[in-house]
């Protein structure tokens, strides 16, 4: 039981990890329909954004924590979302509108150049980053001597995720810009006729997807302390798998798959074996698709005859 | 220009029995019974969300209705008897010396076509835009060109067996392109064509996979008044020289009043009327529920046949 | 009753017309977020776009130019290096001034040159001809490598082994994605399974190389079925996923199954192939031996050479064959509407899981061959890059497209390869440049930049696959993208 219990909170952990990225994912698809393949990359990317501050940061004398976090998530949030605006610029823009599997191609392309720019840049072996922030709350004390524990990184990492989702579900449900974002998933055509700005609309997408990414990396950075230039492509499958298994184009979908790919990691790799467990996500996300084929929470699919 | 009379129920090729087609809530087709006679050209007609898709994609398999029998006899006789047994025997068909039987409800959308020879056209057409309009109509016939290329083995190793089966199927389609007047566009891809001529290769095509039933989704919509016209001829060769029964739905009252032997009337997913042209065109529901009168003369209908009152359309309805 | 539905349809057309104004009067004014035409000059406006361009540079790559993390003794250091910082800056600033000023500046953009060229060289039958030239330089190459380039022909045939490999797999893959429109992204499974079959076969059963290379494209096959079931009713980019994730599945397998596939250590001393038992090999009974030449290690490498182009042929034949039986025109009615297919009595499944199974198949032999080259394997040579690579291929190339997966493997692979080479970028950069580095960096541009330039890829129109009386190609904006593009 407590055993069950330590591995569920490191699964919700792991699983609001891969949320943040999918949000990401499904966001895209949901506006382009497209798999924006270098979105793994981009939360790659903000976890060496927000290494590079921290150390920056350090080296500059800076070392209150708080306020580093702060400095650290700010910044990491706002040059990832300028890669992100710059990718789409770049490569998925010139090809809107054309051949749907075109930008799959840019994409995959985007995404081996980002790794190795990394790998280029910033060397490829692994960065290791000391825990920063250790302790935290003892739930349950068995008298056998297992501890169920929860950090405060894992509650600062729930606890982020839970107002990130909030806030960007008030975003898309409440302002003019998720009016327009839903808008042009319905019909672009239709809602640049009515004037909305379509080219800003998708590029704003692209800028909150990164942006969470961003917070999503600077976690992992933070949460597991090894970062490398690879780390981009495992998160990204499977913050694509949660997204799929969720129901791409849903923003709670991308959350609950975040969630259950998490803890079907955790829960496999500790009652199982840890070598399988990436089997078991994707088997997992296999099975559902077989029976729900527009995921848990997808719109089915209805077909027009 | 009427064949004979009734022989929707003497002969009948198709038969539709208390079918139901319920989507959650919506009941789109309500206890529909009717029945289609063989070498007829046979109307479904009704206002727009009467249900009339929704019967052609069940006959067709795209939909598995909620309730009902859908039988369609392809040759001969067959008794009510053979046809209870079936139904009783849960198997999807039986093919005897006397005629076979196909219930429709139970088989796969591919099936009716592969095995039961039910061929149909969409609403929306659907061609394969990519390709020329000659493969259009070679894909039609894929299934008896695999069996001749020896389920592609036998093909690929270059028989003479396949090779003739393939001559023959392309004279077959070129036959049908001749037919639909698009021979001198047979090597052009079929997204080019102008709408008229693509739903008349989408018949073409439907016709290429030798079925015994025909159903045509609107086959004239968007078509002009020459084209109509043209769409006619064809209808009336189809059934006149290949034997093939036509179920079609249509809005242009010019074609269907001209061309049917036998029309039946949705409204709301039921039946309100079933007869010949002249029968159905002085049918007061169907002048009251399709046609569009003012609502007095509604109201005048309503009282005289003491029926529910139906709703009246836009004049543009009925056109 | 009546008179609520009466009312509601009296009302309707009133609604449209009211939505229809609406529309009309969005579209009589300005669209509210449509700037002002800029009123600056051309020289302002370069100026402007080349900052604002060359700030983005610095804002993205502030954090990977100016600072980089290093490991130092007890934990990470970090160094900067601003002048690689301020060199990008000012190169993108110059580059971005004088496109804007010079190319950009009138209407049009460069890209409007490129579409009149590709417009005005549509129509030539370029296709044949150039088929046939890479056909017999293909035939030749061995021969014509060692009389013209000696020097190098033991690394430039090993590199067209290596491009032969990638046109085969972007042929088998072109049945799957370019024909059937099925969009896989763990083709390179199939392409393990074949290793690994071949390999194991061979290590345990002590087979010959052309034993096992049917057996192991038929095992290649039977996963492609067995694979292609479950995801038969998945669209689109749920096809995608599954695909990519059955990719991953495989290789994790492959790495955790220690005692039947070795694991990362691999499988090591698979046999090379002979020729009717002929070895290529020094001393009595090799190949050399038997025909009383002098033994070159030459002569291994030529014959490799002539395996996998007679593999890729063979590719080319069955699907060019095919794709003119029932099956493969079938493959291309499903690419362009299964509904339509399904209404001509055609059994998709059957459809899906043939194109499936021929795909792999193909991978699978690629596969052996893989195998038999290296003489070693690791689940490393698998992984989901290689999928994307393949992909990439067939679509740079030109879905459907046969010529096409050819050219894309050309420029693709070879060119890349032909990167090592560039040592003589280190007079330019220094010594510590080292041009291997950047190889896949300048693949994952190229990528993007060849697909920016043609989205439909490099040859991108349809031939059919029946003519009545004139051949006429198909233009790619008709031929549909199938599932999941």
């Known amino acids: ?80 979302a300028a890669w992100g605006w710059t990718i789409e610029r770049v490569a998925y823009r010139p090809l809107r509108g054309s051949f749907r ?141 949660a997204a799929v298994l969720g129901g791409i184009g849903s923003l709670p979908g991308a959350m609950l798959g975040g969630l259950a790919i998490g803890l079907i990691e955790t829960f496999w790799s500790g009652y199982f074996s840890v070598e399988y467990k990436d089997v078991a996500a994707f088997s997992i996300l296999a099975i559902v698709l077989i029976f729900l084929p527009s995921g848990l929470l997808g719109r089915p699919e209805v077909e027009k005859v | 220009m009427l064949k004979q009379n009734r022989n929707w129920s003497a002969d009948p090729v198709l038969s539709v029995e208390h079918l139901t087609m319920r989507f959650g809530g919506l009941v789109a087709v309500d206890d529909l019974s009717f029945d289609v006679g063989r070498g007829d050209i046979t109307a479904l007609i009704g206002p727009n969300g009467a249900g009339k898709t929704t019967v052609f994609n069940c006959v067709t398999g795209f939909y598995k209705p909620t309730e009902g029998r859908i039988a369609l006899r392809r040759d001969g006789s067959v008794t009510p008897e053979a046809l209870a047994e079936l139904t009783r025997s849960g198997r999807q068909y039986a093919e005897g010396d006397k005629g076979s039987i196909f219930l429709l409800e139970r088989m796969a959308d591919f099936k009716i076509t592969e095995v039961a020879g ?104 968007g078509l002009n008044p020459r084209e109509s016209a043209e769409l006619n001829t064809l209808l009336k060769y189809i059934r006149d020289d290949h034997g093939v029964s036509v179920l079609l739905i249509e809005h242009d009252m010019g074609v269907v009043m001209e061309i049917s032997d036998h029309i039946i009337v949705l409204d709301y997913g039921k039946k309100i009327s079933d007869g010949t042209a002249p029968e159905v065109r002085s049918d007061p529901k169907v002048i009251a529920a399709y046609l569009g009168v003012d609502d007095e003369e509604v109201e005048d209908v309503e009282r005289d046949l003491e029926v529910k009152p139906a709703p009246t359309r836009a004049e543009g309805d009925a056109r | 009753m009546a008179d609520i539905t009466q009312s509601a349809s009296a009302n309707r057309p009133e609604g449209a017309e009211r939505l229809s104004e609406d529309r009309r009067e969005a579209m009589r004014g300005e669209p509210p977020f449509v700037e002002a035409p800029a009123e600056d000059s051309r020289l302002v406006r370069a100026l402007k776009e080349a900052g604002i361009t060359a700030g983005l540079i610095a804002v993205l790559t502030f954090f990977f130019f100016f600072m980089k993390t290093d490991i130092a003794v007890g934990g990470l250091s970090l160094t900067v290096d601003p002048w690689t910082w301020f060199v990008a800056i000012a190169i993108t600033f110059v580059g971005r001034f004088l496109l804007t000023f010079f190319v950009f500046a009138g209407e049009r953009p460069a890209v409007g040159g490129w579409k009149k060229i590709a417009a005005a060289t549509a129509g030539w039958p370029i296709g044949k001809v150039v088929g046939a030239v890479l056909l017999f330089v293909a035939l030749t190459l061995p021969f014509l490598l060692t009389i013209f380039l000696p020097s190098q022909d033991r690394y430039l045939l090993d590199l067209a082994i290596l491009i032969l490999t990638y046109v085969m797999l972007g042929w088998g893959l072109n049945i799957v994605v370019g024909l059937a429109g099925l969009l896989d992204l763990g083709y390179v499974a199939f392409y393990a399974v074949g290793a690994y079959s071949f390999a194991l076969l061979a290590t345990n059963f002590d087979l010959g190389f052309w034993v096992c290379l049917p057996m192991a494209g038929l095992f290649a096959a039977l996963w492609g079925v067995m694979l292609g079931f479950p995801v038969l009713r998945l669209r689109g980019d749920y096809l995608a996923i599954v695909t990519l994730a059955f990719g991953e599945i495989i290789r994790v397998v492959l790495l955790n199954w220690y005692t039947f596939t070795g694991g990362p250590n691999g499988i090591l001393g698979i046999p090379k192939p002979t020729l009717f038992g002929l070895e290529f090999s020094r001393g009595k009974g090799s190949f050399s031996d038997f025909f009383g030449i002098e033994y070159s290690s030459i002569q291994r490498f030529i014959f490799l050479y002539y395996i996998i182009l007679a593999l890729a042929l063979l590719t080319n034949f069955v699907t060019m064959r095919m794709r003119k039986l029932p099956v493969g ?130 040859v991108s129109t349809r031939s059919p696959s029946a003519i009545y009386k004139e051949k006429k190609a198909i233009g790619a904006d008709l031929v549909a993208q199938g599932e999941g593009h």
């Open chain 1, 101 to 241: 599997l075109a930008p799959l191609i840019t994409a995959i392309g985007m995404s081996i150049f980002l790794q190795n720019f990394v790998q280029v840049t910033q060397g490829a072996r692994v960065k290791p980053l000391p825990p920063q922030i250790q302790g935290g709350l003892i739930l349950m004390d068995s008298h056998d001597g297992i501890v169920v524990q929860i950090s405060w990184m894992q509650i600062i990492i729930i606890v982020m995720t839970v107002v990130l989702m909030t806030a960007f579900s008030l975003i898309i449900s409440k302002t003019s810009l998720g009016r327009q974002q839903r808008a042009c998933e319905q019909d672009r055509k239709m809602a640049s006729l009515l004037g909305v700005n379509v080219d800003r609309t998708i590029s704003l997408t692209f800028v909150m997807g990164a942006s969470l990414a961003a917070v999503a990396g600077m976690m992992y950075l933070l949460y597991y302390g090894v970062i490398d230039f690879y780390i981009g492509f495992i998160a990204g499958v499977k913050a694509f798998t």
């Open chain 2, 118 to 221: 039910v061929a149909r056209t969409f609403q929306n057409i659907r061609l394969f835009g990519g390709m020329t309009v000659l493969e259009n109509l070679l894909v039609a016939q894929h299934n008896e060109l695999m069996r001749a290329s020896g389920y592609t083995i036998g093909g690929l190793l270059g028989l003479p067996g396949y090779r003739r089966a393939a001559e023959a199927a392309k004279e077959t389609a070129v036959e049908w392109l001749r037919r639909v007047n698009l021979l001198d566009r047979a090597d052009d891809p079929a997204a080019d064509l102008p709408y008229g001529a693509q739903r008349r290769l989408e018949i073409a095509r439907a016709l290429c996979t030798n079925p015994v039933l025909l159903c045509l989704d609107e086959p004239a919509a």
């Open chain 3, 329 to 458: 025109r079938a493959w291309e009615a499903l690419r362009e509407d299964e509904i339509a297919c399904r209404s001509l009595g055609i059994n998709t499944t059957n459809v899906k899981l043939t194109a499936f199974a021929t795909g792999a198949m193909f991978g699978g032999f690629a596969g052996s061959f893989f195998a038999t080259r290296q003489g070693f394997i690791s689940p490393e040579s698998f992984t989901f890059i290689e999928s994307a690579i393949i992909l990439a291929i067939v679509v740079l190339g030109g879905l459907g497209s046969q010529l096409g997966v050819v050219i894309a493997s050309v420029v693709m692979i070879g060119g890349i390869e032909l990167l090592r080479n560039l040592t003589g970028l280190q007079a330019i950069f220094g010594t510590g440049f080292d041009p291997t580095q950047y190889r896949m960096l300048i693949f994952g541009l190229a990528m993007v930049l060849i697909m920016v330039w043609k989205p439909r890829g490099l």
């Open chain 1, 1 to 80: 039981m407590e055993y069950f219990l330590q591995q569920l909170i490191n699964g919700v952990t792991l699983g609001s990890i891969y949320g943040l990225i999918a949000i990401g994912y499904t966001m895209v698809y949901g506006i382009i329909g497209m798999i924006n393949f270098a979105h793994g990359e981009i939360f790659m990317i903000g976890s060496f954004i927000a290494l590079a501050v921290f150390l920056g940061l350090a080296a500059l004398g800076i070392t209150f924590l708080p306020l580093v976090l702060l400095i650290m998530v700010i910044v990491a949030m706002i040059c990832t």
